[in-house]
C-alpha cells in the first residue's frame, strides 16, 4: 500500500472497492475522511491490467 504495487495491494483492491460500490457502506466507514485509501483506491482501479479484469467477462 506504497509507492509498489504488492499483493497486498492486489487482494484488498476488490474489497474496499465492493465495501463502498456494492455494499453502500461509504458513509458507514467514513471512507470521504480517510486520507490515503481513496487516493489508493483510485491508483489501484485506474491500473491498466485492473481495468481489462474489470472487464471479465465483456460487459455489452
Do not use: C, H
Amino acid at each position: 500500500m506504497d509507492d509498489e504495487y504488492t499483493i497486498a495491494d492486489i487482494s484488498m483492491l476488490s474489497w474496499v472497492r465492493n465495501l463502498i460500490g456494492f455494499y453502500g457502506a461509504r458513509d458507514l466507514v467514513a471512507f470521504d475522511t480517510l486520507k490515503q485509501v481513496p487516493a489508493w483506491l483510485q491508483g489501484g482501479l485506474a491500473r491498466p491490467a485492473v481495468q481489462r479484469g474489470l472487464d471479465i467477462p465483456k460487459r455489452p
